[in-house]
């Protein structure tokens, strides 16, 4: 019988949530690395049982972990992240040139095919690439070198490379995004790379059309269509139908547009789900309302979804990593919230529950569904 | 012989209980002593001082013999009673945050 194990990074540990494909029952394993900053932890698409997970603290730095039995023991591996050659400046928050530092690994993405070849998406800005399982890392420096770098700026999170997506009909096609840099994709198993920003329009930097410095928050892939996007940005839904060529804005009617994750419905390329967020300095909910929104026309025409999400007084945030889908049939949506909560539906989002109610502030969400 | 206390989130990741101690060749520096506990422990490496440019992290700090020996030269001679296992290496995690 089919089963699902959901990965949950939080700012105290990581924790595996196991079910059968009823998904109405679950064993909670963890801490993990108890105390420490879990960013992300992804399992492999080739080898299930294979994890990485990255781990960090202000104190202590960056640590990274992998597994060969699904979370149940873990190894630490290399933890080594050099850019390549002199890194150079970018710019700080105030526009002056800031030194290029190593801060944390936001995103794991393993390879499609391959256990021991994963991507790691970092702060500052770069994306860097293990062939051997994790104990050694090598920069893709096309990215940064590709010649807008020195004008990137952070967002308020730091300036974190924060989406990686494997093209699966296309091994050199890689896309990412950074706050508060952009969309790049790269069609050369990246050693170039292109901003893919044309049509996103951002009020909140001088030039609200700009080839880079927009704030984009996550993207998301259907991979039966590997040429659609899906974007949520610091405000605005956006889509893409040309690999990110270009962009057209898909809000419709959302109570708001600001909001950090997107995900895509695993067997429906148009279904698709955001959670609105009030503003950007409101982190919460508009009216203390929780709602998952899912359009199934690929964008502009949203429906509230409420059924066992709390619908008075909260005010969580839903950070841009912690929304993840199953492919059970039917499918099954899941996120967390910085108030510790997992939620989960089995049903496409027509009704949820929490898996847990009080976790630590939950970092990002991934799901496996296992045979 | 030289002692080594490790702050508990490093003991956990060294997956040591206790003190650390270690045989360290030559004279006994905050350099030689780090090296060799990253040679026996190198899950270590790169959270004590960074991997590159060798400097402490900023929220790690070593004390011995009721000294704060942090900003010390790293090459610097360690006291004699850390020299000759009487007095423990303290590796501490800065206080910070609420």
Sequence with gaps: MSSVRVLVGTRKGAFVLSADAKRDRWDISGPHFAGWEIYHVKGSPADPNRLYASQSSGWYGQMMQRSNDGGKTWEPVGNKFVYDGVPGTHQWYDGTPHPWEFKRVWHLEPSLTDPDTVYAGIEDAAIFRSTDGGQTWGELPGLRGHGSGPHWQPGAGGMCLHTIILDPGNPARIFIAISAAGAFRTDDAGATWRPINQGLRSQTIPDPTAEVGHCVHHVAMHPSRPGVLFMQKHWDVMRSDNAGDSWQEVSGNLPTDFGFVIDVHAHEPETIYVVPITSDSLHFPPEGKLRVYRSRTGGNEWEGLTKGLPQSDCYVNVFRDAMAVDSLDACGVYFGTSGGQVYASADAGDNWSPIVRDFPPVLSVEVQTLP | ?98
């Design chain 2, 1 to 98: 012989m030289i002692r080594v206390v490790l702050p508990a989130h490093l003991r956990t990741i060294a997956r040591v209980d206790g003190e650390v101690q270690l045989d360290v060749e030559g004279q006994a520096t905050q350099r030689s002593v780090l090296d060799a506990l990253e040679a026996r422990y190198p899950a270590l490496r790169g959270t004590l001082r960074d991997h590159v440019t060798q400097q402490r992290r900023p929220f790690v700090r070593f004390f011995a013999c009721e000294q704060d020996l942090s900003h010390e030269p790293p090459d610097a001679p360690l006291p004699d009673a850390v020299a000759s296992g009487a007095e423990p290496f303290l590796v501490v995690g800065a206080i910070a945050g609420g």
